[in-house]
């Protein structure tokens, strides 16, 4: 029984799959989950992957303090915030300036008020109602999770690779051909991911997982 146990073991570490995606996102965090939004939105079939148990968690921690969601000021005294970086975020702040959040807020049934510091933040001052409404409204929209993937680059073809952990003896590897795919990884996985960009062989004639973009724009959504 040891001896069968250990080879069943072995097995279930070697497990491969393979699919295909229109669009697959990497992280589902804020960056993420408003890229699933917004692609869904066109019709695209989305699937979002990450490496925790559940989507949003650090968007949850945010909310501990009450969940400061933006600013009310003015947009050019907004954009010095940025500093050096003003410039290049100009047009994606300027397309989700203050009023659009609060209006895409209550769109979800979320209501908003603006503190004395000109902070916006959900009424209830919590993080969780907002994100089970916009969780659900993903789903609505086609929408589909994938949680415990870890990304693991890219293999030889241009395919997306992954490891979905269930236990630490059950890991399955598996290969995604994504016709576009966004990174938006937060946290320790977004330190990953540098490290993969740098040393990932990837071929030189597709770009990352045919067609890696800016999770600011919609429009990065194309075809090889």
Not at 75 to 89: N, V
Not at 140 to 147: L, R, S
Not at 212 to 218: F, N, Q, R
Request: aromatic share 6%; hydrophobic share 45%.
């Amino acid at each position: 029984m040891p001896r069968a146990q250990a080879i069943l073991e072995t097995l279930s570490q070697k497990v491969c799959m393979t699919a295909s995606h229109q669009v697959a996102i990497i992280g589902a965090g804020p960056a993420g989950l408003m890229a699933a939004q917004m692609l869904s939105a066109t019709g695209a079939q989305v699937h979002v992957y990450d490496a925790m148990p559940s989507a949003g968690r650090k968007f949850l921690l945010a909310g501990i303090g009450g969940l400061n969601l933006s600013h009310s000021e003015p947009m050019a005294q907004f954009l010095t915030r940025y500093y050096e970086k003003k410039d290049d975020l100009a047009q994606a702040l300027q397309s989700h300036a203050a009023t659009q959040l609060i209006a895409w807020a209550k769109d979800l049934g979320i209501e908003t008020f603006v503190g004395s510091s000109g902070r916006i933040f959900p009424t209830d001052m919590k993080a969780a109602p907002l994100l089970r409404a916009w969780l659900q409204r993903l789903r609505n929209q086609g929408v589909q999770f994938h949680m415990r993937h870890r990304w693991a680059g890219w293999d030889d073809t241009g395919a997306l690779q992954f490891e979905k952990t269930a236990t630490d003896k059950n890991v399955q590897h598996i290969t995604i051909n994504a016709q576009a795919t966004v990174l938006a990884p937060t946290g320790t996985i977004a330190f990953e991911g540098v490290d993969l960009l740098a040393h990932t062989k990837r071929p030189a004639h597709r770009r990352p997982a045919a067609g890696s973009c800016p999770v600011s724009a919609p429009s990065c959504f194309r075809r090889p």
